[in-house]
């Protein structure tokens, strides 16, 4: 079980890199995540809605309803151009975090 | 005999009634939820084990609630701080404007309204407590878990606040009347004794009503609730 913070801290670069392969909608979001992780990241999907309305207040993307195939309006997300910046520079953050974690665990004891 | 339709609009209503959300939100979490059954459906669940399934991972009514709530902060700081000031404001001005104003200041009954009532709640629910409500209700939900329960006890501060309060008015009237008695020999001090009785009513009712009321709102406001 990945902890709380992690997951809530991982949601919005999530979001938007997912969103960077096209517009997509929460149920196919929270499944995409889903089959990427192999399970490890199950969301709560109700949490993910909420993710959805910062990222677009916040202008990292776009949302309009379209009407899907079986006739019922659904809401399509979509990257904007100041999202894809904020998702580079998440992109820098994390690999920052991981590089140095990973130097860090890479070290044994007995290195020469 | 469970008709999937009903469950839903069922299911809309209670979001509608317990939450903030507006339609939009709701069509959205909908959709959801019927692709959700479908997916379950395909499984071979049947209609009422599909929609409690998806119902369940969608997650609780207040936990949902809460979660748009936090982007949604509906009253900033300023405009509830703004709001107390102006009421207190115009009641200073009228007060002034009747050409006595120094009259409605009398800083001993002052003293007492406010200590009784900061004094009584320090008893009742200790200092943390009163404090953690405090920042709740002006800053509006943090970080922790907004439950059901922690609302509760945040209201219960602020309704025995607003019942101290107008107390206080009443146990000032009452020692106002003591002193004017203890007094009757010296004619000057019946004044002071009045003006205790009858000013600690007044600070009490505002401090009551323009404040206490007003705490309790701000606490209910992010999350539209039938409490």
Redesign the interface.
Known sequence: MISRKLVAASTGPLVLSILSHGPSYGYAIIQEVRRLSDGALEWTDGMLYPVLHRLEREGNIHAEWQVSRSGRKRRYYRLTASGEQSLAGERQEWATVTRTLENLWGESPCSN | MFELNHAIDAWRRRLDQDTALDA??I???E??L???IDARLVCGLDEQEAFRQAAD???ATH??AR??A??KQTMTLLSKVSGTAFALGLLALAAAAGGSGSVFLHLPSLLFVTGLVAGGLWAAFGPALVVDALKVSLRGPDGQSQTPERRELHLAVFRRGYHLAWASGVVGTIVGVILMLANLADPSQLGSGIAVSLLTVLYGAVLAELVFRNLSQWVRTPLATTA
């Open positions: 939009d939100e069509d959205e979490l959709d959801h019927r692709m959700t991972r969608l997650g936990l949902l979660e748009y936090k982007g």
